[in-house]
């Protein structure tokens, strides 16, 4: 069905906003047009009609009978326009968004994502906020945050993304593939960390694995996770490590898990301040870390399990060589173009 023909758009804009200001010179600072050029308009939308719409007056112009009805379906037609403009942009428009983390999950997991996350939500203009301390949410300034440990947490909603497991990492230049090698390499530790509890140290991991009669006392020992890693990746030692945090560090070659033995982690969580859960920004931000999460979680799976069983075959065996071809396999996905391309599709999906 044909629209019956409606008369020029500039015509009914020049009228609306003449009766709406009374007046011609008015309704032509709004346009940025001259008020002959409003005159010429509302002449030729009368021409068209075949109808007088406004009466002109020396001081004002008012809507005729039919000017008013025609003025009242202008005013709400221009309305609902000017509203779903308003709403398209402000859903396009590039919103800032703050997010704190500890230096290491920013420095080893989000920035190299960086990337992927802007071409994911072009939208959305993430700051990086940096503090090994719990930030208030609730303060203002910051609206969301990483958060690692049990949850939940006070002052926030909280979404969990994946759990963590934690395991002895080092250079694959120290050769290391027996327990027995742990008492020729230097052990790294990391001291006043406290998530996740109890800690994750030589003593509690040599407990768990069996192995007797280790100095776990001597080594160097660092602040934070972030030296630590990088003495290992130079090949100063062996450290225990945040499978999350050096999962890219052990797809580039980096280092290595010799060792099938973990310890169970907390998890890593995305926090907002109450009240933002449904913001659109941020929902559309706590949806890219789960689906990133969810392949984080196909490669921590073989892990996660056999941290809570406490039992290891012993190294070399079939079974953990099916286990170690295995979870190399996940290893390298995490880091394929394929793996980016399906975070990068999901996270599009709920755009």
Known sequence: MQRPRLPPLSALRAFEAAARRASFKAAA???????????????????????????????????????????????????EIERAVTRLL?????????????????????????????????????????????????????????????????GAASTQLCSDVMTPVCSPGLGLSQLEDLRRVTLIHIEGRSRPTPNPDWNRWCEQTGIADLDTSAGPRFPDSMLAVQAA?????????????????????????????????????????????QRNDIA????????????????????????????????????????????QARIKFLASADAKLCIDRAAVAFR
């Not at 203009?125 to 690692?148: F, K, M, P, Q, V």
């Not at 980096?254 to 973990?262: G, N």
Request: hydrophobic share 40%; net charge negative; with cysteine.
């Open 29 to 79: 600072e709004e346009l940025l047009v001259t008020p002959t050029a409003i005159s010429h308009q509302v002449k030729q939308l009368e021409a068209y009609m075949g109808l007088r719409v406004l009466d002109r007056t020396p001081r004002a112009v008012t809507p005729t009978p039919p000017g008013k009805a025609l003025y009242e379906a202008t005013a709400s037609g221009f309305g």
């Open 90 to 154: 402000a859903e396009t428009a590039p919103t800032t968004v703050t997010l704190t983390s500890t230096t290491a999950f920013l420095t080893h997991w989000l920035v190299p994502r960086m990337d992927a996350l802007r071409q994911a939500l072009p939208t959305v203009d993430l700051r990086l906020h940096t503090s090994n301390t719990i930030e208030d949410l609730r303060a203002g300034g910051i609206e969301t945050a990483i958060r690692y440990g049990r949850g939940p947490f006070a």
């Open 284 to 327: 559309a931000l706590r949806t890219w870390f789960q689906n990133c999460s969810d392949v984080v979680s196909e490669l921590l799976f073989r892990s996660s399990s056999s941290a809570q069983t406490g039992y290891r075959e012993p190294r070399g065996s079939s079974l953990t060589a099916a286990a170690d071809r295995d979870e």
């Open 233 to 277: 990746i130079a090949g100063q030692g062996v450290v225990i490590a945040s499978r999350v945090l050096v999962a890219d560090a052990l797809a580039a070659g980096l280092l290595e898990a010799p060792f099938s033995q973990t310890l169970a982690g907390d998890g890593y969580h995305f926090a907002c301040a109450l009240g933002l859960e």
